[in-house]
Nanobody, 124 residues
Framework: QVQLAESGGGSVQAGGSLRLSCAAS????????RGWFRQAPGKEREFVAA????????YYADSVKGRFTISRDNAKNTVYLQMNSLKPEDTAIYYC?????????????????WGQGTQVTVSS
């Protein structure tokens, strides 16, 4: 069964940085678009960033542009989310997702596989 495993979450003070990783269990995922989404307590899940399978095309939510960077290493079946200048409003569970297509989208319903999530907590 296909699995996505996130890691790298934790607690950090405002202004700090974290790097999330999401490893896929199957080599085929190197050809799939990947995305990061997050869900804060009491809020709906929201798009954070996405990347095409080649890594050439990336997309970001306005709230994270200039602070977060998505990247991927297809040789390792892994996608990363570098988060800098973190703010308390970035606190959420972060989920990685894989889409059975080369093209990335910001729509959660376009993604076919999801990880279990990793908690990110930013204190002021």
């Amino acid at each position: 069964q296909v699995q996505l495993a996130e890691s790298g979450g934790g607690s950090v003070q405002a202004g700090g940085s974290l790097r999330l990783s999401c490893a896929a269990s199957e080599r085929a995922f190197s050809r799939y678009a990947r995305g990061w989404f997050r869900q804060a307590p009491g809020k709906e899940r929201e798009f954070v960033a996405a990347i095409s399978w080649t890594g050439i095309n990336t997309y970001y939510a306005d709230s994270v542009k200039g602070r977060f960077t998505i990247s991927r290493d297809n040789a390792k079946n892994t996608v990363y989310l570098q988060m800098n200048s973190l703010k308390p409003e970035d606190t959420a569970i972060y989920y990685c997702a894989a889409r059975l297509s080369a093209a990335a989208t910001p729509e959660g319903h376009d993604y076919d596989h999801w990880g279990q999530g990793t908690q990110v907590t930013v204190s002021s």
